[in-house]
Structures are given as structure tokens and as C-alpha cells.
């Protein structure tokens, strides 16, 4: 059974980095074809996709936003975490992680965590 | 950047169909995935790869993609189907695009 599972803080203050951890069990990032993304959607408004980590270690980032973002994978912990640096009122939304559990091009994303609403003060 | 056109909301009375669509530049080249999302919840996975359902999907929900066109069809819509519908694909760096989101009323 995947699951997949957000945390951090919920409340943050602008200007300050922002780190989540998104924790996941049933499949192995390891595994050939596993991919993690950090997805996040303002209140109301669209989904929008931030950074994608594979299980070669390839990164991929939202070009808009690549300079203050940071996607890593724990090798010893079924982990993936995302920082973002310098945030503002802008960044308050739910952060989702989701895998794509196919090596093949075009993908879907098969499983979603919960998500966490983030909220930045300014 | 690739860019997803969808419409802002689709209005449909119970039993009919709704369709719900999903525009980009030669999108019928590329694989088109649609998710389901209702207040409060993450997405849902509704159609992968154009057509496909995963396991659990009713088969009233089907998608089909050509030209500059994906679509996503409901059939014998139900009230439990008022949700935001957003489509998916993979841009040219393998980034993820997704469409604006379609709200669904019913």
C-alpha cells in the first residue's frame, strides 16, 4: 500500500526558509522508474508544480521558481524534502508530495499525500 | 514554457454529459493524465495516458486526446461528480504542466 505524507511547519514568516518533508512508504525511490514531486495550490486557486526528484537523482524544478528552491531525497529514510528559501504571502498555500510510480514518459502522478496548508505572515 | 488551456467551469444538469476540455500546442502528441479534485482533498487520478482508467474508476469516465485537443467526458453525470477537474502532461524538459483547472457544477 503507498502512502505518502506531509509535514513541517505550518505557519512561517516571510523571508524565512521554508523546509518540508514528505514521507512515504510502499514503494522504494530506489526502485527504477520512481519519481517524487512537490506540488502546491494557493487558497482557491490552480495546482502548481514545484520540483520532481527521480530515482537516479535527477532534479527537476518549476523554472519560475528554480533560484530559491532545493528537492533532495534521504537515502537511509523513505523521505524526500523540499526547501524553499525567502518566502512571502505568495508561497501560502497546501503543499502536496505525489509519486509517479511508471518510468514511462508521461506519466501520472498515481498517489498524493493529504497535503499541508502553509501559511507565511508578513 | 508548454501552456494548458482549460475553461474555467462547466455547468451540467444531472444524467447528461459533461465534457471538459484541455487545450495545448500538439497536445495530441503527448500523454494527457486527468485528476479529480473535491474541496478539502488531494487529487485524484481519473484518466492516464489519454484513456486509461485506473482501478476504480467508473467507465462512465473516459478521456480522448487529438490534434490540440484533450478531453475528458463524464457521462450520466451525478452530483457527487461537482468537483475541479485539472489536466496534465509533461512539458519539454520533462517539467510537470498542469491546466488551469475546470470547476464542475452540477
Known amino acids: 500500500q503507498v502512502t505518502l505524507e506531509e509535514s513541517g511547519p505550518a505557519l512561517v514568516k516571510a523571508t524565512q526558509t521554508l523546509t518540508l518533508t514528505c514521507t512515504f512508504s510502499g514503494f522504494s525511490l530506489s526502485a527504477s522508474g520512481m519519481r517524487v514531486s512537490w506540488i502546491r495550490q494557493p487558497p482557491g486557486m490552480a495546482l502548481e508544480w514545484l520540483a520532481r526528484?527521480?530515482?537516479?537523482?535527477?532534479?527537476f524544478y518549476n523554472r519560475s521558481l528554480k533560484t530559491r528552491l532545493t528537492i533532495s531525497k534521504d537515502t537511509s529514510k523513505p523521505q524526500v524534502v523540499l526547501t524553499l528559501t525567502n518566502v512571502g504571502p505568495a508561497d501560502t498555500g497546501s503543499y502536496f508530495c505525489a509519486r509517479m510510480g511508471s518510468g514511462r514518459s508521461g506519466a501520472p502522478y498515481d498517489f498524493w499525500g493529504r497535503g499541508m496548508l502553509v501559511t507565511v505572515s508578513s | 514554457s508548454y501552456i494548458l488551456t482549460q475553461p474555467p467551469s462547466v455547468s451540467v444538469a444531472p444524467g447528461q454529459t459533461a465534457t471538459i476540455t484541455c487545450g495545448g500546442d500538439s497536445i495530441g502528441s503527448k500523454n494527457v493524465n486527468w485528476y479529480q479534485q473535491k474541496p478539502g482533498q488531494a487529487p485524484l487520478l481519473i484518466v492516464s495516458y489519454d484513456s486509461d482508467r485506473p482501478s476504480g474508476i467508473p467507465e462512465r469516465i473516459s478521456g480522448s486526446n487529438s490534434g490540440n485537443m484533450a478531453t475528458l467526458s463524464i457521462n450520466r453525470v451525478e452530483v457527487g461528480d461537482e468537483a475541479d477537474y485539472y489536466c496534465?502532461?509533461?512539458?519539454?524538459?520533462?517539467?510537470?504542466?498542469f491546466g488551469g483547472g475546470t470547476k464542475l457544477t452540477v
Open positions: 496534465h502532461v509533461w512539458g519539454s524538459n520533462s517539467e510537470t504542466v
Open positions: 526528484i527521480d530515482w537516479d537523482g535527477d532534479k
